[in-house]
């Protein structure tokens, strides 16, 4: 007798070992979390200016656009997120999160931040979370393996690159597996960071770049300059002509897609359903269902397999296979790439 596939639901897809490659560490951190952070400087520091994160990122509210969504970083989250005690809590809970919604592997991304004030250099931001993420990966109860991506942004001058790339290096054997070009899409000439990049590839980093994300960041001399620097992975991947296609195409590079952060922001025209994630699953290259920014989005990765089932028609066993065709794209090497392939052989979670 032929076995009945059972429906997707979302206990099966928080259940489902998930893989998560693009994940911003800052845009990760929940409003509880923010409020928690909030209410202990708050009693620490009564004339404290900030409003309650809670106020100033209403709890629900998910439609934030490129122009509301990047000040939310400078002018908020970066203010209230300002000392080594709020990175490090920010990060545990960030890092239990993705734990608790069934990610067995993780590869969390950050722009090394100073500190003046506080005495805190980008060097030391960036061995603050290194320190949270082994302890987090030495403790034998946890599932999920967490490595870290150091982030340049598109504002970043080039010296101020060189010094995102001489940090990874510096903490390659520590757990930072590459670096990625993130920030506003509308800002920016990527072409100064050619060397940083050029850089960082030969010393054995991998290389992801946020690719195509709005029309500005789409020219065809940028995202030709982009692929120039041979990208391992490439996120969102929204305005992307065929010619560019095929290159992602022959040359396999990974796509890190993000279905509610790209529908809420209003980077694609429509909505879930329209979403190109319709295209490139059919494609040959390695594709992940990513976050982005849960915390802003308040999409966990579950939801995002949920969502994927939902408007696309996949069953359960076409997201296990989706969750298992990301293996081949992650950072951290052959090592974790066999414990995966043995966790997706021996899960017996499909038909529970
Ligand atoms: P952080 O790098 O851990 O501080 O995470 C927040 C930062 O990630 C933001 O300030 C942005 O620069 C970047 N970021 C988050 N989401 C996006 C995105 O969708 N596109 C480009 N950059 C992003
Ligand atoms: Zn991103």
Known sequence: MATISRAVDLEFTRRLPKIELHAHLTG?????????????????????????PLIAIPPGKVDYDIETFFPLFSSYIYRLCSDLA??????KAVLDDFQSDGVVYLELRTTPRAVPKQNISKA????????????????????????????????????EADEVVDIAI???????VGVDLCGNPERGDIRIFTEAFSRAKS???????HFAEAPASST??????????????????IHVKDEFKDVIEKQNIG???CLSCNVHA???????SDHHFGQWRHSSVPVALCTDDVGVFCSPLSHEYYLAATHFGLGREELQNLCERAIDSIFSGSEEKKRFKQVYSKWDGRNM
């Open 203 to 209: 010393t054995g980093l991998k290389v992801t770049l």
């Open 124 to 159: 030391d931001y960036v061995r603050t979370i290194l320190a949270i993420l082994s302890e987090h990966n030495g403790k034998e109860a946890n599932q999920m393996r967490a490595y870290l991506i150091l982030s340049v942004d598109r504002r970043n001058t080039a010296a």
């Open 266 to 272: 209003k980077l694609i025209t429509g909505s879930y």
């Open 170 to 176: 510096k903490y390659q054997s520590a757990g930072v």
């Open 255 to 257: 796509v890190e897609l």
């Open 86 to 91: 709020s990175i490090e809590y920010s990060t």
């Open 28 to 52: 990760s951190i929940s409003r509880d979390c923010l409020h928690d952070i909030w209410e202990q400087k708050k009693a620490l520091e009564p004339d404290l200016e900030l409003e309650d």
């Open 220 to 237: 065809d001399e940028e995202l030709q300059a982009l692929l120039s620097w041979q990208p391992d992975r490439l996120g969102h991947v």
